[in-house]
C-alpha cells in the first residue's frame, strides 16, 4: 500500500511542478500589453452590441469603442432645459465622482490588468462634448 502511494506521487509530482511553472511563468510586457489590447476590443465589440441603452431618464449609452488599452464609453445626456455651459459649470465635479466611484467599484478587473476606461459625455441638443472622465487604477487610489 505504502509503495503504491509513493509511487503514485512520484508520477504525479513533476505534473504538479510543471502546472506550477505555468502558473509562474513571466508575459512579456510588450506580450500583455497585446493581450490588453485584445480584451480591450472584445469587450468594446460585445457592448457595442447591445447599443443604444437607455442607463436612465437623462442617459444613453450610444457607442463603446477601443483605442489601445482603453475602452471608451461615449453617453448622450439629455440635460434640457440647463445649457451645456450650466451642465459643465454645475455638474462637472458630481459626476466625476460618481462616475470615478462607480468604475473603481464595478470594472476593478480592467483595471488591474491596466486597462483604462475612458467615459464621453455629450449633449442630446448640441451633441458637443460635455464631459470627459479618464480612469485608470491610479484614479482609485485618489479617492
Known amino acids: 500500500m505504502l509503495t503504491k502511494l509513493l509511487l503514485t506521487l512520484l508520477i504525479t509530482l513533476p505534473i504538479f511542478a510543471s502546472d506550477k511553472q505555468m502558473q509562474n511563468r513571466n508575459i512579456s ?6 493581450q490588453n489590447k485584445q480584451i480591450a476590443k472584445l469587450a468594446a465589440e460585445e457592448i457595442n452590441k447591445s447599443l443604444p441603452q437607455t442607463i436612465d431618464k437623462y442617459t444613453i449609452l450610444k ?4 483605442e489601445n488599452t482603453t475602452i471608451i ?6 440635460i434640457a432645459p ?13 459626476m466625476k465622482e460618481a462616475v470615478t466611484r462607480g468604475t ?15 467615459y464621453i459625455y455629450t449633449s442630446a441638443t448640441t ?4 464631459f470627459q472622465f479618464n480612469i485608470n487604477q491610479k484614479s482609485c487610489f485618489k479617492l
Do not use: P, Q
Not at 510586457?29 to 497585446?34: A, F, V, Y
Not at 440647463?82 to 465635479?93: G, I
Not at 464595478?106 to 486597462?115: G, N, V
Open 104 to 118: 473603481c467599484a464595478t470594472s476593478k478587473r480592467f483595471l488591474e490588468a491596466d486597462i483604462s476606461l475612458k
Open 29 to 34: 510586457t510588450k506580450d500583455m500589453k497585446t
Open 63 to 66: 457607442t463603446v469603442v477601443s
Open 127 to 130: 451633441k458637443k462634448e460635455l
Open 82 to 94: 440647463k445649457t451645456d455651459e450650466t451642465v459643465k459649470k454645475e455638474d462637472h465635479r458630481r
Open 73 to 78: 464609453y461615449t453617453f448622450e445626456l439629455n
